[in-house]
């Protein structure tokens, strides 16, 4: 098989257009070294995913979005040690290649991990992206330990990675975990999760000082544009922020009186930088030990059984809505 389908965009359209996302047939990619060749059969839609969609510019070639994928390897290249033809894998994809929402895709071994045996292919594409944002946050940027105590604040706590966020602080640190969401729905989703209180972001600074009168140790921020003075406010002096997003002429001076540090998470940094990169596969393969274990539950509340391009414009769709709780996958 010299071709295979995919789902693809040509340029930035309204996802409610039926060309945002199409079919099309392109060829099955090669290999590199270190690559494996998976057939994918479930993947999950990001933000990031949205965000590259509506920043597209018109081209002839389709450009295949898509990261977090569960599969099984069909192929392996010359250098591939870790992994063999048959496993069944989670990952979640390198931004500077093409994506998951295709038949087969390549990728380097090295951000590849066996899934977890426990989890079917849908449950298991929900998890890699927002495990391994989530994991670098706490272990890597924060510098959590399973000692560590303080207040961690969690926004958007009922999106896909504050979802893991929450577990993952419960089980493997002592902190108290203060999660934040405004409906009732996403309230009970986050104590579910075990967060240990639940405050409305739409009052963040009255609630977090109410909950924690002597500051925040710890916050992670997805939506950081407007914030930087609460921030400043309810952290505690020498607290640290670790920011998922990139709002642009951020300024972070408010900070400064309390010597806080800012710092950014990107999970896509190590294949970008070709630095470390197994420290992924080896991310993935302690969270599907954790998955196998019952410590960590999939965070898919939506499965859509339609791997096409109309499956995944309502994917995409339910995403841009802003009231997504957990995660959407779409499957075979």
Same mark, same amino acid.
């Given at each position: 098989?010299?071709?295979?389908?995919a789902?693809?965009?040509?340029?930035?359209?309204?996802?409610?257009?039926?060309?945002?996302l199409?079919?099309?047939r392109?060829?099955?990619p090669?290999?590199?070294?270190?690559?494996?060749?998976?057939?994918v059969?479930?993947?999950?839609?990001?933000?990031?995913?949205?965000?590259?969609?509506?920043?597209?510019?018109?081209?002839?070639?389709?450009?295949?979005?898509?990261?977090?994928?569960?599969?099984?390897?069909?192929?392996?290249?010359?250098?591939?040690?870790?992994?063999?033809?048959?496993?069944?894998?989670?990952?979640?994809?390198?931004?500077?290649?093409?994506?998951?929402?295709?038949?087969?895709?390549?990728?380097?071994?090295?951000?590849?991990?066996?899934?977890?045996?426990?989890?079917?292919?849908?449950?298991s594409?929900?998890l890699?992206l927002?495990?391994?944002?989530?994991?670098?946050?706490?272990?890597?940027?924060?510098?959590?330990?399973a000692?560590?105590?303080?207040?961690?604040?969690?926004?958007?706590a009922?999106?896909?990675?504050?979802?893991?966020?929450?577990?993952?602080?419960k089980?493997?640190?002592?902190?108290?975990? *203060?999660? #934040? /969401?405004?409906? +009732?729905? %996403?309230?009970?989703?986050?104590?579910?999760?075990?967060?240990? !209180?639940?405050?409305? =972001?739409?009052?963040l600074?009255?609630?977090?000082?109410?909950v924690?009168?002597?500051?925040?140790?710890?916050?992670?921020?997805?939506?950081?544009?407007?914030?930087?003075?609460?921030?400043?406010?309810?952290?505690?002096?020498?607290?640290?922020?670790?920011?998922?997003?990139?709002?642009?002429?951020?300024e972070?001076?408010a900070?400064?009186?309390?010597?806080?540090?800012?710092?950014?998470?990107?999970?896509?940094?190590r294949?970008?930088?070709?630095?470390d990169?197994i420290?992924?596969?080896?991310?993935?393969?302690?969270?599907?030990?954790?998955?196998?274990?019952?410590?960590?539950?999939?965070? *898919?509340? #939506? /499965?859509?059984? +339609?791997? %096409?391009?109309?499956?995944?414009?309502?994917?995409?769709?339910l !995403?841009?809505?802003? =009231?997504?709780?957990?995660?959407v996958?779409?499957?075979r």
């Open positions: 098989m010299t071709t295979m389908t789902i693809g965009a040509f340029t930035a359209l309204p996802i409610d257009d039926p060309d945002a199409q079919d099309v392109v060829d099955v090669e290999l590199r070294p270190h690559d494996v060749l998976v057939r059969h479930a993947v999950s839609v990001n933000p990031v995913d949205i965000k590259r969609r509506r920043g597209l510019q018109p081209s002839a070639t389709p450009t295949i979005l898509g990261f977090d994928a569960a599969g099984v390897i069909e192929a392996v290249g010359p250098r591939v040690s870790t992994l063999a033809v048959g496993d069944e894998v989670w990952y979640a994809g390198d931004v500077s290649r093409p994506g998951t929402n295709a038949e087969l895709h390549s990728v380097d071994e090295r951000i590849v991990s066996r899934k977890p045996k426990s989890l079917s292919f849908k449950d594409a929900a890699p927002t495990t391994i944002t989530a994991w670098e946050a706490l272990f890597e940027r924060f510098g959590l330990t000692d560590s105590t303080g207040d961690l604040l969690v926004l958007g009922a999106g896909g990675v504050g979802s893991v966020m929450i577990q993952l602080a089980k493997l640190t002592a902190v108290r975990v *203060i999660a #934040t /969401a405004s409906r +009732d729905d %996403s309230r009970d989703w986050a104590l579910r999760l075990g967060a240990d !209180v639940v405050i409305d =972001h739409h009052d600074q009255r609630q977090a000082l109410d924690a009168p002597d500051g925040i140790d710890y916050v992670f921020s997805p939506h950081s544009a407007g914030n930087v003075e609460t921030y400043a406010a309810i952290t505690k002096p020498f607290g640290h922020i670790t920011a998922i997003d990139e709002p642009e002429g951020l972070l001076v900070l400064k009186p309390k010597s806080i540090a800012w710092h950014w998470e990107l999970m896509f940094t294949a970008l930088s070709s630095y990169m420290a992924q596969q080896r991310l993935l393969a302690a969270a599907a030990d954790l998955v196998d274990r019952g410590e960590l539950r999939s965070t *898919i509340t #939506t /499965a859509i059984d +339609d791997f %096409s391009a109309a499956g995944l414009r309502e994917a995409h769709r !995403v841009e809505s802003g =009231h997504m709780i957990g995660k996958v779409v499957h």
